[in-house]
């Protein structure tokens, strides 16, 4: 848990890899059928590890790729 990351950041992030509105992405909606490939989720995980998240690692994002399981890990919160 991190208390630097806020779910508005994590979605952000994610909207920006995805070229789309944040208000776009359901929780639950599975964010590889979105396009969000794995050279993106990297990106994701040195960011978020740059920001705090230093124990994340890729296998954290890629066996769940929902808004709201990242959202929870991340921060604690939900989505």
Do not use: K
Request: a negative charge.
């Amino acid at each position: 848990m991190n208390q630097t990351m806020s779910p508005e950041r994590v979605r952000a992030d994610v909207a920006e890899m995805l070229d789309c509105d944040p208000a776009e992405i359901a929780p639950g909606e599975n964010l590889v059928d979105l396009g969000l490939d794995s050279m993106r989720i990297m990106v994701l995980v040195e960011r978020w590890r740059a920001a705090g998240a230093a124990a994340l690692e890729f296998p954290d994002l890629a066996e769940q790729p929902e808004l709201a399981y990242w959202t929870t890990l991340l921060t604690g919160r939900a989505a």
